[in-house]
Each structure stands twice: as C-alpha cells, then as structure tokens.
C-alpha cells in the first residue's frame, strides 16, 4: 500500500477488521493511554501523486476492500498452519 488519498481511524480499522470476524473489538483490544500521541496532527494522509506520475500507479483498493483482504489473508494464513500442526500431529 502507497497511499490512498483517504484518512481514516484506528478506531474505524479495528471496527472493520473486527466485522469481518464477527467480533466486538471492544471486547479485544485494551487501549494503553501512553501510546497516544503527545500533540494529535489534525490529519494524515498519504499523498500517491509522486507514485502516480512516476510509476503510472493508483490506488485500486479502497480502505474497506483492504481490511478484509489483509483479514482474510491472516485468517489464511493461521488456517494453514493449524492443517500443518495437524498433518504432523
């Protein structure tokens, strides 16, 4: 991933990636106050523009499309190594 053009939360990443396995994040995921920043950005945002006018590239993914392929591809992966342990086991 380069960039998107889109800003989006961590809040709204868990909310996603947790959806797709049917999870309430909230029930998951303690939050520790000491990872804050010390002065939030107002926003940040990746700029593809160099990317695009070098390479020709652009974003054909949106944000959401991208949280379940990286989901999904954990969840492939976690898979595979359970058929392994099983196999030998």
Do not use: C, N
Request: glycine share 6%; proline share 2%; hydrophobic share 40%.
């Amino acid at each position: 991933v380069i960039a998107t053009g889109e800003t989006h939360t961590v809040k709204e990443m868990l909310e996603l990636a947790f959806d797709r396995l049917q999870l309430d994040w909230k029930k998951h995921v303690k939050i520790d106050q000491k990872y804050y920043r010390p002065t939030e950005v107002d926003l940040l945002m990746g700029d593809a523009s160099k990317a695009k006018k070098e390479l020709g590239w652009q974003p054909k993914v949106r944000f959401q499309e991208l949280i379940a392929m990286m989901v999904d591809a954990d969840l492939a992966a976690e898979k595979e190594k359970l058929d392994g342990t099983r196999k030998r086991g």
